[in-house]
């Protein structure tokens, strides 16, 4: 189940990341010696495994050092010309130190001697691994301010519609063009045409341009048509995402007003990520990231003009029943017009990557139809995915009005997706966008049968991610309350409290959601879009089965976070079956063994860490309270009390990747 689009950030979200790079995995040795290696095309990587477990059967020396292969790999063939960045061919700089060699012997020649023989070119430094962290990097920063400022736009929407049921109805409104996006062909642009538009860049005469020109056509014809429609049926839609919503007449008009606001923001949607797949072709990765940026800012701005005429929900009570049409308009173009600026912002760095944007209707016999074969088995599987949303938002608006009216505010849709936006961060930053960076390598690696640095790349991603996944999704655990009532306090004490006990359902779920997420790029660069549909079903069913019962069984205040709960468990289920697929489509062991060494000893690592700093932050809740000063003590003070519990404990378990990463960030400190 991933999230609406605007947390996926492209991405994630999508589908990208996309951070300096603890990401890129696996000891990629996949060139030869780079004084004999003869200059390759773009896209085509010799690769010479050195596996240190031994898989190619050739006993090897272990590597100390999990990122070393980063600084090996940065080596590019020699010559005179550029070093190429695997993205798009872009020039690189070189890495520091690089100089130049030492003179070769004289050659042996009858006397008198010839004259000693000029001095090797330098190689060029900065290739395929220097643009990978380059990109993370990028990838990374422009997705963590999105998040941030995502964060603010959260905490002004809590503030100004509060956590009950006008706050419900923009949630839910918001969420359809999202929905409704991916459901069409917003999946199929996210998974299925990178590998296309790669593969259009490396075997096309213009570079793939013409190929990106009809996708960018057809994506504007086909989303221009489905506004039309959606908008006309925004009653019927309101209603499919919540009944109780739709059944009360003062909450549906509202909604259906947000939902007629917001709609159009599908289009944008389709042209913003088209255009942010084809840069990401080209290797330009941080437009995709960083103009969500500008969304949250116009959005930020709209509520904040709300705020300042209507004041908080908490003192001018506003409810269904008492905001004003003009007040409805306001939030309503300014949510649209975020995503209008978001998309506009992309065609200056289109233009700048060399990429000339025109019309063409010409989309038979051009491979589009393959992609459109491909692509029908993402629809099916987001399709599953939404079906579970869909169900969800039922369940959660539901429980979330009968919760409120039985005086227990802060347990309705609201909440749920406040929560799963503090939840989903890590997982944008750490997997997301390192994924979107590494896709397009994959991609050319299983395009070229290379299923060892397929492997490896998998391998090295899922444990080096996990050594930030695994201690936040404990965090989350153990001081989910501070965070929420720190961040979300305009909801009142009992509503904030609410938020917190959602946000700690969630928390371990992250380690197999971002899991999952690694493991069906690898699908998607093998062209396999079915198998992560059926995976998807499993996953959906699992959800929506438990959050049933969740519904049925358990009091309204809790059924939220008893969702949230079931959201993780799915999870599990459905990255055990999609590791068990992905081992026999690929015909060899993943590594498994030690992938899943390291993650029990970051769990063990991450249990006394989160014990002793929840303990902390209840201490200090318990003598402060939980207002601000009290919420940003208890999460200061537990979280420094977690984070070194954890860091020592895990370098006494001798976890590796821990201190490869360390090692890296003190040397990039140059310390």
């Known amino acids: 189940m991933q999230a609406p689009y605007d947390r996926e950030d492209g991405r994630d979200p999508g589908d990208g990341d996309p951070q300096a790079d603890p990401y890129p995995a696996g000891p990629y040795h996949h060139q030869q010696h780079p004084y004999q290696q003869p200059q390759q095309p773009q896209y085509q990587q010799p690769y010479a495994p050195r596996d240190p477990q031994g898989w190619s059967g050739t006993p090897q020396q272990p590597h100390q050092d999990a990122f070393a292969h980063l600084f090996r790999d940065q080596q590019s063939p020699a010559g005179p010309g550029p070093a190429q960045d695997p993205g798009g061919g872009y020039p690189t700089r070189p890495a520091p130190g690089a100089g130049t060699l030492a003179p070769a012997p004289a050659a042996q020649q009858p006397p008198p001697p010839a004259p000693a023989a000029e001095p090797a070119p330098a190689p060029k ?75 259009a860049m490396k075997n096309d005469d213009d570079g793939g341009d013409a190929y990106a020109n009809r996708l960018l056509t057809l994506v504007i014809v086909v989303l221009g048509g489905l506004v039309v429609a959606a908008v006309l049926a925004a009653p019927l839609l309101v ?35 088209v255009m942010g797949q084809i840069l ?23 509520f904040g ?47 700048a990557a060399g990429f ?72 944008a930053i750490i997997t997301v966008s390192v994924m979107a960076a590494l896709l397009p390598r994959i991609s050319r690696s299983a395009a070229d049968g290379d299923t060892a640095a397929v492997r490896d790349d998998l391998s090295h991603g899922l444990r080096t991610s996990a050594v930030a996944i695994v201690p936040i999704g404990f965090a989350f655990v ?35 959601f971002s899991a999952q997420y690694v493991v069906l790029r690898a699908f998607y660069a093998y062209e396999d879009t079915r198998t992560p549909f059926y995976n998807t079903v499993i996953v959906s069913a699992a959800w929506i089965v438990l959050s049933a019962v969740s519904f049925v069984t358990l009091p309204d205040r809790w059924v939220v976070a008893g969702i949230a709960f079931s959201y993780g468990i799915a999870y599990g289920l459905g990255v055990s079956v999609a590791w068990r697929r992905l081992r026999a489509r690929m015909g060899t062991d993943l590594d498994g063994a030690r992938v899943v060494r390291t993650y029990i000893r970051l769990a063990g690592a991450s249990i006394p860490a989160a014990l002793l700093g929840g303990g902390a932050g209840y201490a200090i809740t318990g003598a402060l309270g939980h207002g601000t000063i009290g919420s940003l003590a208890a999460l200061a003070g537990g979280g420094a009390v977690l984070l070194a519990v954890f860091y020592l404990t895990a370098r006494r378990m001798r976890v590796e990747e821990l201190t490869a990463m360390v090692g890296m960030v003190r040397s990039r400190l140059g310390r």
């Open 305 to 351: 003009m709300f705020l300042w005429v209507y004041g908080t929900q908490r003192s001018s009570e506003l409810g269904v029943t008492t905001i004003t049409p003009e007040g409805v308009r306001l939030l309503g173009i300014g949510t649209l017009l975020g995503l209008v600026v978001q998309a506009l912002s992309m065609i200056p760095y289109l233009r």
């Open 478 to 512: 153990a001081l989910g309350i501070p965070m929420c009532t720190l961040l979300f306090g305009s909801a009142g004490d009992e509503g904030a409290r609410s938020f917190g006990y959602i946000l700690m359902a969630f928390g371990l779920g992250l380690i197999p």
């Open 125 to 199: 430094r900065g290739g395929k691994a220097a643009g990978i962290l380059r990109s993370s990097a990028i990838m990374a920063a422009g997705t963590l301010v999105s998040r941030l400022t995502g964060f603010v736009r959260q905490l002004v929407l809590v503030a100004a519609l509060g956590a009950a049921v006008l706050g419900d109805t923009y949630t839910v409104a918001w969420a359809l063009p999202s929905m409704i996006f991916i459901l069409t062909i917003g999946g199929g642009l996210n998974s299925v045409f990178v590998p296309q538009l790669v593969r």
């Open 280 to 302: 990401n072709a080209r290797g330009s990765f941080g437009p995709m990231m960083w103009t969500p940026v500008l969304n949250n800012i116009v959005v930020i701005f709209t």
């Open 356 to 427: 000339r944007m025109r019309l063409r209707f010409d989309w038979r016999g051009h491979g589009m139809g393959k992609a459109a074969k491909l692509a029908k088995w993402t629809v099916l599987f987001v399709f599953a995915n939404q079906a579970g949303l869909v169900v969800i938002t039922q369940f959660a608006t539901w429980a979330g009005d009968n919760a409120e009216r039985a005086g227990f505010p802060g347990t309705g849709f609201i909440a749920y997706n406040s929560a799963l936006l503090i939840w989903q961060m890590p997982q």
């Open 239 to 273: 209603r499919m995402m919540s009944a109780k919503i739709a059944d009360d007449p003062a909450a549906n008009e509202v909604a259906v007003t947000f939902a007629r606001y917001f709609l159009p923001t599908i289009f944008f949607m389709g042209v913003h990520v």
